[in-house]
């Protein structure tokens, strides 16, 4: 079945660092995928999207690619600042139905 | 708009015990989606709902019933609680299918013990 896989964490970066989230998906077909954004005590917040191969989803400093080659979708951004501290999840929707990673978790210091 | 609003926001149950969470959306969206989020797993589906009037299956539905009487409001059972359904539930909804934006609620966290 369809499944998302994403770097454990805890990342834990100084201010101004380069970040890298790895993401891996295994799919049917072609789905749309995503990265999400959550804080705490809060539901999910959509982060950016890619909706096809090559597509480059960005927000915020964000970027993530689609890469149907590697099926990855790597979330990177080129200096991180406290405030985005938080659970990143990837994720996938194909056939009507999301598909999560686990998580990972990103706790940036000053 | 008050968005994905979802009641209670924590509750404790002890086993056996039966209970209802509400989801409610005030952005006139077609499909509804419950899911419970645990340490290290992500967020997996329980069911959802392409539209008023109908229900399906998701990944984890076992132990959950659900109910979309009403366009806005998407329900969601625990007939008998066990201490595996402890979780945070989140309630999402999107305008339509395919690549549209998922909002989520603020989550429920329910203990059963």
């Known amino acids: 079945g369809d499944s998302v896989t994403q770097m454990e964490g805890p990342v834990t970066l100084s201010e101004e660092a380069c970040l890298t989230i790895?993401?891996?998906?295994?799919?049917?077909?072609?789905?749309?995928l995503f990265w999400y954004v959550q804080y705490p005590g809060e539901g999910l917040q959509l982060l950016l999207k890619?909706?096809?191969?090559?597509d480059k989803g960005s927000n915020k400093g964000f970027e993530a690619t689609y890469r149907k080659e590697t099926t990855s979708f790597h979330l990177e951004k080129g200096s991180v600042q406290v405030s985005d501290s938080a659970v990143y999840f990837c994720?996938?929707?194909?056939?009507?139905?999301?598909?999560f990673g686990s998580g990972t978790k990103l706790n940036v210091k000053p | 708009n008050a968005g994905v609003t979802q009641t209670p926001k924590f509750r404790v149950l002890k086993t056996g015990q039966s209970m209802t969470l509400l989801c409610a959306q005030d952005m006139n969206h077609e499909y509804m989606y419950w899911y419970r989020q645990d340490p290290g797993m992500g967020l997996r589906l329980i069911h959802y709902s392409v539209g008023e009037g109908t229900t399906a299956k998701g990944e984890v539905p076992d132990g959950y019933n659900v109910s979309r009487l009403k366009k806005q409001n998407f329900l969601l059972g625990l007939e008998s609680a066990a201490p595996s359904q402890t979780s945070v539930y989140f309630c999402?909804?999107?305008?339509?299918?395919?690549?549209?934006?998922?909002?989520f609620g603020p989550g429920t966290r329910l203990t059963v013990l």
């Open positions: 790895n993401c891996t998906y295994t799919a049917t077909g072609y789905p749309s």
């Open positions: 890619a909706t096809k191969a090559d």
């Open positions: 994720a996938l929707i194909n056939f009507n139905k999301f598909y």
């Open positions: 999402a909804s999107t305008k339509l299918a395919g690549d549209h934006e998922q909002f």
